[in-house]
């Protein structure tokens, strides 16, 4: 049997639901705003400290080795090595059946804000850490801030510019009908090319649809809406454009000829020499999309970033938000050392523009990848968290609803219907999609 602290870690990981939004439950243990650890606290950075890892690629390129050289420089009582996983999300959501998590890692999105002081040492009180960061609510809770973004991604589409300029296509699309048909366009000058490519083997690339949600409209509430509507994937709604969209380009055979072959790290290949057109990906894509193409010898500025096809009075919007939360584990023995790791990689390692992201420092610039957003005046739209109390309602319903917002089965579901694999309408999976989502609502008691 479990030990008492253990159970109750392991019951509040298996009570977790999906990734949607942030979610709540009870919880105790963990440590007030005025526990913080770091060289802040008088305690000097020291001892031996792991950071767990989703980027398995930065630490095979030898990458995250640089950055450790470079913060033992200036903190030579701390040695700092790296644990990745793969499967980040499920295999760190084991590890933390345990005490032993590493010192600094990633906040998993199946950790309820409530849960944060269960597992992850309080870094400041939000307000105060909000006067440098930005992005902190979704790792805060109850005034205390748990984590801190290690990039701020956009929404968008990443493409191939050249593809697009052979294809005659000058102006960016504003509507999805102007994508669907500048897809043609690329399609009929350039037989060859995938216009659009899903990477629906891998299947979480069609989760980045989701993303968007807030960019259709503007609507910093979008997310928080789905609550109080039955209808999600009603005629207007976000939903329900995102996934015509996916559905109408699937249709129409400008995606490609069978899904169930595609290969993730192939596509990076593929869009750089022109075989791909675009594809729907974070602007934490752009950067890798951009080395394959100086390795491929196309170049870096073949390749670039357009928002959503939709534009809402008058601009496009691009959703942004914080990618992994680094936080501390409030088990390790060198609080301070891990706290100083933290500081130093938001602020001086460079990685988030190295990554074409936004930094989740205040007053930073805008990367160079972002550089075709400011030009067409793009908006960035940061989502607003939910009411205290409502913070895991989404969560809820779509759990209730088994649909699964951030997973890729109801997104496969809309390929697979649209290239013929199914019998099924477009209208039929919306209605049974509105049906469910309606029932969970009751459920939910909203």
């Not at 913080?36 to 950071?51: C, D, N, R």
Request: with cysteine.
């Amino acid at each position: 049997m479990f030990p008492h602290a253990r159970r109750n870690r392991l019951a509040a990981l298996a009570s977790a639901g999906a990734v949607i939004a942030l979610t709540a439950a009870c919880s105790s243990g963990g440590g007030s705003a005025g526990d913080t650890a770091g060289p802040s606290s008088g305690q000097t950075p020291s001892g031996a400290i792991k950071v767990v890892t989703w980027r398995t690629d930065l630490i095979q390129d030898g990458t995250f080795d640089k950055y450790a050289q470079e913060f033992q420089a200036k903190y030579p009582d701390v040695k700092v090595t790296f644990e990745g996983h793969t499967d980040y999300e499920g295999e760190v959501k084991t590890l933390m059946n345990t005490d032993d998590y590493g010192d600094v890692l990633g906040i998993i999105n199946t950790i309820t804000p409530a849960q944060l002081p269960d597992f992850f040492e309080p870094l400041g009180k939000q307000s105060d850490l909000e006067q440098h960061y930005q992005f902190i609510s979704s790792k805060s809770f109850d005034g205390t801030t748990y984590g801190i973004p290690v990039v701020v991604n956009a929404q968008g589409i990443v493409y191939n510019k050249s593809v697009w300029q052979k294809a005659g296509l000058t102006d960016l699309p504003k509507t999805p009908d102007e994508f669907v048909q500048d897809l043609q366009k690329i399609r009929s000058t350039q037989p060859d090319t995938v216009p659009l490519y899903t990477n629906y083997k891998d299947g979480w690339p069609l989760t980045q649809w989701e993303g968007d949600v807030g960019s259709v409209t503007g609507d910093a509430d979008a997310v928080n809406k789905l609550a109080t509507i039955d209808d999600p994937w009603a005629a207007g709604q976000e939903h329900n454009v995102i996934d015509t969209l996916l559905y109408d380009v699937v249709k129409d055979k400008l995606t490609e000829a069978d899904p169930t072959t595609t290969n993730w790290e192939k596509s990076k290949d593929l869009i750089a020499t022109g075989k791909i057109g675009t594809m729907v990906l974070g602007s934490w894509a752009i950067s890798q999309m951009q080395a394959a193409a100086e390795k491929a010898g196309t170049g870096a500025d073949t390749i670039g970033y357009m928002p959503f096809p939709v534009q809402a009075n008058g601009s496009w919007n691009s959703v942004v938000g914080p990618d992994y939360n680094q936080g501390i584990n409030i088990h390790s023995k060198h609080k301070a050392a891990a706290r100083a790791w933290i500081d130093w990689f938001n602020n001086e390692s460079g990685f988030a523009a190295s990554q074409g992201g936004l930094s989740p420092v205040k007053g930073s610039p805008d990367p160079a990848t972002l550089k075709d957003f400011g030009s067409l005046g793009v908006k960035y739209l940061e989502l607003k968290p939910a009411e205290p109390g409502k913070e895991s309602l989404v969560n809820d319903i779509d759990k209730q609803a088994e649909i699964g917002l951030y997973a890729p089965d109801y997104r496969k579901r809309i390929v697979d219907a649209a290239r013929g694999a199914s019998k099924e309408s477009l209208q039929q999976i919306f209605d049974d999609l509105n049906s469910r989502w309606k029932d969970a609502r009751a459920a939910a008691g909203d």
